[in-house]
């Protein structure tokens, strides 16, 4: 018996799916195409942007903060600040390097220099700009920033920072403590003794071999606790 040559070829389920994706493809390659080059130009971009102007941005920061540091260090505050002729001050590296560490560290500086000044507004502005993920200097910004209430007779605001501050870092006992020691000082001189009591107990009880430690006895006792 003769095979029926003129039976029809089932299509096969995959050649469906080719024939979908291939019609798929065909209206719509452009729109696809597109996208595809859209990633690869953001994605190069980002790459290209940290290559070619993050880090050498960061690079030229790094390098012109270093004498403005030592004019720090140095005590020649306006110097430091506003720059020489030939370097910039901290001012400058904060306009002209937004955005790079070392003109977040430049606030840092700034505050501490205003408020050895006595310009406790502008003090209190570049503290509160800046921002550190160390907690030993993000204590001392801390702290500056509560001389700066204190200082402009925002005592109860300063008394919470100061005992902020104190809580950051505990490691480091002398200023933890005398962080608290300002604090119970500034509640008792606004007649919130139970604060006041409790800045100095934390002195007691955590850091009693402090100098602050030493001598914290005789505020308690002025308060009736011992």
């Known amino acids: 018996m003769a095979e029926n040559t ?28 597109i996208g595809l080059t859209a990633i690869i130009v953001v994605a190069g971009g980002i790459v290209g942007y940290k290559y070619l102007v993050a880090e050498p941005k960061e690079k030229s920061a790094n390098d012109a903060i270093f004498r403005a540091q030592q004019y720090f260090q140095q005590d020649s505050l306006a110097l430091a600040l506003n720059g020489d002729a030939t370097n910039p001050g901290f001012l400058k590296i904060m306009d002209k390097y937004s955005g790079t560490k070392a003109a977040n560290l430049a606030h840092f500086y700034a505050g501490a220099i205003y408020l050895k000044q006595g310009d406790f507004a502008n003090a209190e502005k570049h503290l509160k700009d800046f921002s550190t993920s160390s907690l030993q200097i993000s204590a001392r910004a801390k702290s500056l920033l509560a001389d700066t209430y204190a200082e402009q007779g925002k005592k109860e ?11 950051i870092f505990e490691k480091d006992e002398f200023n933890s403590a005398e962080y608290l020691f300002r604090s119970g000082f500034l509640y008792e001189s606004l007649g919130k003794n139970k604060e006041a009591i409790e800045s100095y107990k934390l002195i007691k009880e955590k850091y009693p071999r402090s100098e602050r ?3 914290v006895d005789k505020y308690l006792a002025r308060l009736g606790e011992l």
Do not use: C
Request: charged share 25%; no cysteine.
């Open 6 to 33: 003129n039976v029809p070829v089932q299509p096969d389920a995959s050649m469906e799916v080719v024939d979908k994706v291939t019609g798929f493809w065909q209206q719509n390659s452009k729109k696809i195409l």
């Open 213 to 215: 430690g030493f001598e």
């Open 157 to 167: 605001e300063a008394a919470k920072m100061y005992r902020e501050a104190a809580a």
